[in-house]
């Protein structure tokens, strides 16, 4: 089965440079594994766990949107250049994008050290 929620955090995890993705666990209420960001550096990883079930995923149109943030380097990490709001997409019209945008402010996928949920990934303004 080709995981959505998979598809779309190997996408979200490109605007923190993260190289690979390792699924440790899929349920239908979770998907969990490690962040990897430079795979010669075993302590270049961070685990994380996106509670969201595979119908809750985001569409595809968010990856389109994440996908040219990252070509046109439109962010730094997790802060987003705010001239992300004029560029043009030949999938979508300008009100979509704003949706996509407001919907990617509210994603995030949780960080876990030493068996504990501390930090998110976030994007923001």
Do not use: C
Not at 1 to 14: A, D, G, T, V
């Amino acid at each position: 089965m080709n995981s959505k929620r998979l598809n779309f955090i190997k996408s979200y995890l490109k605007l923190y440079d993260v190289q690979k993705i390792e699924l440790t666990k899929e349920t239908d209420k979770f998907i969990q594994g490690f962040a990897i960001y430079d795979e010669s550096d075993p302590d270049e990883i961070q685990e994380f766990i996106w509670k969201k079930r595979e119908s809750e995923t985001s569409p595809q149109e968010l990856i389109i949107l994440i996908d040219r943030i990252v070509k046109e380097k439109m962010h730094s990490g997790d802060k987003l250049n705010k001239q992300i709001e004029n560029i043009q997409f030949d999938e979508f019209d300008d009100e979509k994008r704003q949706k996509l945008l407001e919907e990617l402010f509210e994603i995030e996928i949780n960080m876990i050290d030493h068996g504990e949920e501390t930090d998110s990934y976030f994007v923001h303004y």
